[in-house]
Structure formats: C-alpha cells, structure tokens
C-alpha cells in the first residue's frame, strides 16, 4: 500500500477572522490527525475547507473529522467546506 499524505495550505480569507484551509491528498485514519489538531486550534469566526484537491475520503476519515470538528466550530461560529 502506498504512502498516503495530506497537504493543508492555510490561508487568510478575503474578509476579517476568516481562515481557508486547502486541502490536497485523502483524507483518511492516516492522514486525518494533522486535519483534525489544525481544525480543532482554529480560532477564527469564519472557517472555510476547500476540498478541491482531496481525491477521496475513507469511511474513518469521514468520522473523524466530521463529528468531533463539527460540534466545536458550530458552536464558536461559521464553518464552510466545498469541493
């Protein structure tokens, strides 16, 4: 099985307190640790995660960072993710 790696680009948004995560590789259990520590340690109002980039998301993956991210950024403030 190959080496799977995850590449997050953190960006400042176009408005105040927004954050843009790109992310480009899979997110799954082997990639998913370094995603969830940069979500979880965000403190900007504004959070968007560009999923352009990222080819697939294994059923860990999608349970990692789904439920525990979530319920956090929902609570503090806008949360946003497209690709």
Known sequence: MPSESLRIEDQPGAQPRQRILRLDGPLVMATIFEF?????????????????????????????????????????????WWG
Do not use: C, H, K
């Open 36 to 80: 969830q520590a940069t979500v979880r340690a965000d403190t900007s109002r504004s959070l968007i995660i560009d999923f352009t980039n990222v080819p697939y998301v294994d059923s860990a993956g999608s349970e990692r960072w789904w439920g525990p991210t979530s319920r956090g950024r929902m609570a503090s403030g806008v949360w946003r």
